[in-house]
């Protein structure tokens, strides 16, 4: 990847943390896509790849569009964006479920031609989000990388189309505005305990000994899911490959169905995204309508999933009819969803503020863990049952500064930034000690201090 020095603007007082980022980016760099992480890793998986376009954005504007680029000349037929692209050249034996157990997927007739081979899983689309903040750095840079900004948008306009309509349609026969996932690798938040009880009832049988090759690359295996946990991971994949990837029979069939909100959420931002783009392509008016409505249906389904009592928002197990009632910081995405009510944005707020998330005693840092530390299910040094997420973070200022809520937005802007810069680009961080957990080198971590970095007060004053 040609890097380029970021603006003086962006580097003021964070010249070293600014390098850092780019060598992570540049290490991870595969060419047209990069790697999620350089060890645990080694393959191109769909959200993270988004984020990293919008950290790329700030480095090249060009080579950022090229990682979605590449992401989508995967998509399926139905328009899934699958959660993982397989890099033929990684080490056999460096992750697990690698291409071998996914090579049936390609069966599909609905699969793209492999290899590579693709997950038939999908992740959370923020990608209208990123193809969107590529345009905007490169109308802001001007000149010949604006006008090429512009063409990729026309490029992509039609396959964020096509994944978003899959979304609304196979992941919500329901018309519900909220999305469907099939198991807990699609919401990207695998062992939150939001999927506890709609996992406790899967009940797994005949499976074949596994290696836990992710292991291998955190320092203690109490970071990862338990074996419990994969086990059913495993078992939900079989039976999804033995429904040969159609959603339909797996609509019927399988036994982990849940409307995901934190999923649905994204989706109602990234529509949102997808509503300008559509504008700046002069798409037909039916597609405006069309995006439009989706907006309004996933605001009135996530309207529908707001706990009174908790003040969140929750998942909702369609197997067992009910709502999954834990604190985690899903519980809290309507603010990504955006268009609130004034009453409900204080609620939000509130509850974001509050002794569950950032105001809870003793935390090393004003920001919000996975899941709620009055959570039964919250363990602080595992995965997403507690630590720190930067890309959560990010999604939260985001949200935030759209709300109008600069103060707050910047206080969390300030101390994750304050976190990677003393403990590095870890893949999660305990919320007390500010320990770096999980993977090392994780290029989405990389990638929104780059945006992080692009977007504080101070460019903007000397933007305005
Ligand atoms: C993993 O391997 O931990 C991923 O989250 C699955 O996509």
């Not at 955190?218 to 033995?242: E, G, H, M």
Request: charged share 20%.
């Amino acid at each position: 990847m040609q890097v380029k020095i970021l603006p003086r603007s962006v580097l003021v007082g964070h010249e070293r943390l600014a390098v850092r980022a780019q060598e992570v980016l540049r290490h991870n760099d595969m060419g047209g896509w990069t790697r999620a992480a350089p060890e645990l890793y080694p393959h191109q998986w769909s959200w993270d790849s988004a984020f990293i376009a919008i950290g790329l954005a700030h480095l090249n504007t060009r080579r950022a569009a090229r990682e979605l680029e590449s992401l989508f000349e995967h998509q399926w037929k139905t328009g899934k964006v699958p959660h993982i692209v397989f890099n033929p050249e990684a080490q056999p034996g460096s992750y697990f479920p690698g291409p071998d157990h996914w090579a049936c997927a390609a069966a599909s007739p609905e699969a793209p031609p492999a290899p590579p081979y693709t997950s038939c899983l999908c992740q959370p689309p923020v990608h209208a989000i990123a193809a969107l903040r590529i345009w905007e750095v490169a109308e802001r840079n001007g000149g010949e990388e604006a006008g090429a900004a512009r063409a990729f948008l026309r490029e992509i306009y039609p396959g964020l189309l096509l994944w978003h309509r899959y979304l609304l349609t196979y992941r919500d026969p329901e018309g519900s505005g909220l999305i469907t996932i099939f198991h807990p690798w699609e919401s990207g938040t695998d062992n939150s305990p939001r999927w506890d009880t709609p996992l406790a009832a899967v009940e797994v049988s005949d499976l074949a000994p596994y290696p836990r090759y992710d292991l291998q690359h955190v320092a203690n295996p109490s970071q990862r899911p338990t074996d419990a946990d994969y086990d059913r991971y495993l078992w939900l994949v079989k039976l999804i490959k033995k429904a040969g990837c159609n959603e339909r029979s797996i609509y019927r069939t399988h036994p982990f169905l849940v409307k995901d909100v934190l999923f649905s959420a994204i989706l109602v931002a990234a529509n949102e995204a997808l509503l300008t783009i559509a504008g700046l392509v002069g798409a037909q008016a039916e597609d405006r309508t069309l995006i439009a409505d989706w907006i309004k249906r996933g605001r009135r389904g996530l309207g529908r999933c707001r706990n009174p009592e908790l003040g969140l928002c929750l998942d909702h197990d369609l197997r067992a009819g009910r709502a999954l009632r834990v604190h985690t910081v899903a519980g809290l995405v309507p603010l990504v969803a955006g268009g609130l009510r004034p009453w409900h944005l204080a609620i939000l707020l509130e509850a974001l503020r509050s002794s569950s998330f950032i105001g809870y005693p003793g935390l090393g840092r004003p920001l919000p863990p996975s899941t709620s530390p009055n959570d039964p299910g919250f363990d602080p040094r595992s995965y997403w049952r507690g630590p720190l997420w930067p890309v959560i973070d990010w999604l939260l200022w985001w949200a935030l500064e759209r709300a109008g809520e600069n103060q707050l937005a910047e206080r969390l802007r300030e101390s994750s930034l304050e976190q990677i810069a003393e403990e590095g680009f870890a893949e999660y961080f305990e919320p007390f000690t500010g320990e770096p957990l999980g993977s090392k080198e994780q290029s989405w971590t990389a990638a929104v201090a780059l945006d992080w970095l692009a977007s504080g007060p101070r460019r903007k004053m000397l933007a305005a």
